[in-house]
């Protein structure tokens, strides 16, 4: 088998080149959260040119929102290997919530960039459609889907009433890890909240 070139120019290449920007900058923000990760930081310990970088990336935000797509693809993945075994569809949707909050327990700098990155507001004279879109893309929809899948399976069609409970589950999601973050919710009850609210949110 030919050896492929991580330095090159090949899809190959860039593709592994954008792992390690990645992997550099969730290791920036494990160590010190959203202002730890400085996108020259993240070039040279990726090994890579500042201005490459910016091509991949244009801001630290950009970098941010491709990491968190990348952990809600293992999430989907982990869903897809180990299914909740939860009878009701909102205890499996509250499971879903469950793994994603250990995970930013596992990782309290990388929920402090992430989070910040999402629910901080963006400045009155940047936001436009195209950042809003892309905000509501990674931080509702992809975690959404995701609950949709563990809650009803593959073969069902969310509903839009569905969909806006799920959205409001993610809301509150996010609003507890933030909460948990700044020390204002313990672990114990950021679950107890996420689970009521499923069960209360979700249709039977």
């Given amino acids: 088998?030919?050896?492929?070139?991580?330095?090159?120019?090949?899809?190959?290449?860039?593709?592994f080149r954008a792992e390690r920007v990645l992997d550099a900058g969730m290791a920036l923000a494990t160590r010190g959260g959203y202002d730890a990760v400085q996108m020259r930081e993240v070039a040279r310990i990726?090994?890579?040119?500042?201005?490459?970088?910016?091509?991949?990336?244009?801001?630290?935000?950009?970098?941010?929102?491709?990491?968190?797509?990348?952990?809600l693809r293992q999430l989907r993945e982990d869903i897809g290997r180990r299914p909740p075994r939860q009878r009701s569809?909102?205890?499996?949707?509250?499971?879903v919530l469950h793994r994603a909050f250990l995970a930013m327990q596992y990782n309290r700098g990388w929920a402090h960039a992430a989070l910040s990155?999402?629910?901080t507001p963006?400045?009155?004279?940047?936001?436009?459609?195209?950042?809003?879109?892309?905000i509501e893309e990674v931080d509702k929809n992809a975690f959404a889907d995701i609950m949709?899948?563990?809650?009803?399976?593959?073969?069902?069609?969310?509903?839009?009433?569905?969909?806006?409970?799920l959205h409001m589950l993610v809301s509150l999601w996010n609003s507890s890890v933030i909460d948990w973050l700044n020390g204002w919710l313990t672990p114990e009850t950021v679950?107890?909240?996420?689970?009521?609210?499923?069960?209360?949110?979700l249709p039977a």
Wanted: proline share 5%; glycine share 4%; net charge positive.
């Fill in 148 to 165: 949709a899948l563990a809650a009803w399976g593959p073969a069902h069609r969310t509903t839009a009433a569905e969909y806006r409970a």
């Fill in 122 to 134: 963006r400045p009155l004279e940047k936001q436009s459609a195209d950042a809003a879109s892309e």
């Fill in 191 to 201: 679950e107890e909240r996420l689970k009521f609210a499923a069960k209360r949110l």
């Fill in 89 to 95: 569809p909102e205890g499996r949707a509250a499971e």
């Fill in 1 to 15: 088998m030919a050896r492929v070139s991580k330095n090159g120019r090949t899809p190959e290449a860039r593709a």
């Fill in 46 to 71: 990726a090994g890579v040119a500042l201005s490459t970088l910016y091509r991949y990336y244009p801001s630290k935000d950009a970098l941010i929102t491709a990491a968190t797509r990348a952990q």
């Fill in 117 to 119: 990155s999402f629910q």
